[in-house]
């Protein structure tokens, strides 16, 4: 008994994280007071869930009524100045960087986000062991977010699920807590209001463990500063292009699925109508057949092109990306692995139609009999000569990843 005692005695204690809160600022002397009021009196529960040590940080955004001198006049507040405005984001970053947390935490000034569910975060980010944890708006029935801004936080959060195939309820939320080692892989952040939608997509394809719980959310006494046309826009681009860095092929094959799928549709009842004896087109006709033709390229090129793209990017990373989910029923989900037999396969098909073309052509049929076929005999020899050589790249590409772990694997003893 003794001696396990004295073993007891000399493990090492576990130090209480330190919880660094983050308030950007920009012209909030009416509100300010009462949310860092609020905050202060947490300290009570954060305790409870193991956080004996806090710090509240205020960055002022290069306000111009009294959020300074109101802040300066709380003892328990460490302020921070931009002397002119930088952005939402840019203020987060600021405190982030002055922060002495291990665990990090954010929320808006202006009494929209409860301080009093900074607790139940805390707990479930120790308690899950989680990277971060957002206070979702969407997931409670207390919410009282607007109707226009409801539904656009719907869109971007089922754009977002659909690019990270993770279920994502309010990638907009501006109450979080996360972990400081998260920073690494959540880095670089926008410094405007896009700054949490850009840090969910991040988080999503960098497969931190995300947790999202509900709490209430009140909208802001008098004008918001964010605009939903302009800001809207701003969270939809930065949401697609921060998931273009990860994943191309994910938003690329999408896209040049539909188009091959509209070439196909347009070119069978093309072909359906030259079966039923039409051997000439109008200006619309004309038309369709010209979409199909620069549709089914158009398909075949994206495709490819997303998928060597995350070749490259797997190369920045250092790990595997993932693919595409379309076509996987038949293909499995390495779509590039089959595009060697299947360019092979649409070009000796290709070469068979124009063959044939050429044989009937010698032996008397006029050519509007087979102008159509001749059109699809050049179209499946360029798309089955491109998909040959989108293979050949990519298998060029897959062995230059796996170059460096094939190194390490033949030199470790």
């Not at 290069?62 to 507040?77: A, L």
């Not at 005999?377 to 230059?400: C, D, N, P, Y």
Request: proline share 4%.
């Amino acid at each position: 008994m003794h001696t396990q005692q004295s073993l007891r005695r000399l493990e090492p204690m576990q130090e209480s994280p330190i919880l660094s809160i983050v308030i950007p600022a920009l012209n909030e002397a009416d509100g300010i007071e009462d949310i860092l009021q609020r905050l202060h009196k947490t300290g009570k529960a954060l305790g409870k869930v193991g956080i004996d040590s806090f710090e509240i940080i205020v960055v002022d955004d290069g306000s111009r009524d009294e959020t300074v001198r109101v802040v300066s006049s709380i003892p328990y507040v460490r302020l921070v100045r931009h002397w002119k405005n930088r952005g939402y984001g840019a203020a987060i970053k600021t405190g982030f960087k002055r922060a002495r947390g291990d665990l990090l935490a954010f929320l808006d000034a202006d009494s929209t986000y409860p301080p009093e569910s900074l607790a139940k975060l805390c707990k479930v980010l120790l308690d899950n062991d989680a990277d971060v944890v957002v206070g979702s708006r969407r997931s409670g029935s207390r919410s009282k977010m607007p109707l226009v801004r409801r539904l656009g936080n719907f869109f971007w959060s089922s754009l977002l699920s659909f690019l990270g195939k993770i279920p994502v309820e309010d990638p907009a939320s501006g109450m979080r807590v996360l972990r400081r080692r998260s920073l690494a892989a959540l880095y670089p952040l926008p410094d405007g209001l896009n700054f949490t939608p850009v840090m969910s997509t991040r988080a999503v394809h960098e497969g931190l463990k995300v947790v999202e719980i509900p709490i209430p959310y009140h909208e802001r006494s008098g004008s918001s500063k964010l605009s939903v046309v302009r800001d809207g826009t701003r969270f939809l681009k930065t949401i697609i292009w921060t998931a273009l860095e990860y994943n191309p092929a994910g938003i690329l094959s999408f896209l040049g699925f539909l188009a091959l799928s509209s070439s196909i549709a347009v070119g069978s009842g093309l072909v359906a109508l030259r079966l039923q004896g039409v051997t000439e087109l109008g200006p619309v006709g004309v038309f369709f057949l010209y979409s199909a033709l620069v549709l089914a390229v158009t398909g075949v090129s994206v495709i490819s092109l997303g998928i060597t793209f995350n070749y490259l990017v797997a190369l920045f990373h250092g790990k595997p990306i993932f693919q595409t989910s379309f076509g996987k029923a038949i293909f499995g989900p390495n779509l590039d692995r089959h595009f060697g037999w299947l360019g092979f396969v649409v070009a000796m098909g290709g070469a068979v139609i124009g063959a044939g073309s050429l044989y009937l052509g010698l032996s008397g049929w006029e050519i509007a009999r087979l102008w159509l076929w001749m059109l699809g005999s050049a179209l499946f020899l360029v798309v089955g000569i491109q998909l040959i050589l989108s293979w050949l790249l990519m298998r060029v590409l897959e062995t230059v990843s796996e170059r460096d772990a094939f190194i390490r694997s033949e030199l470790v003893h």
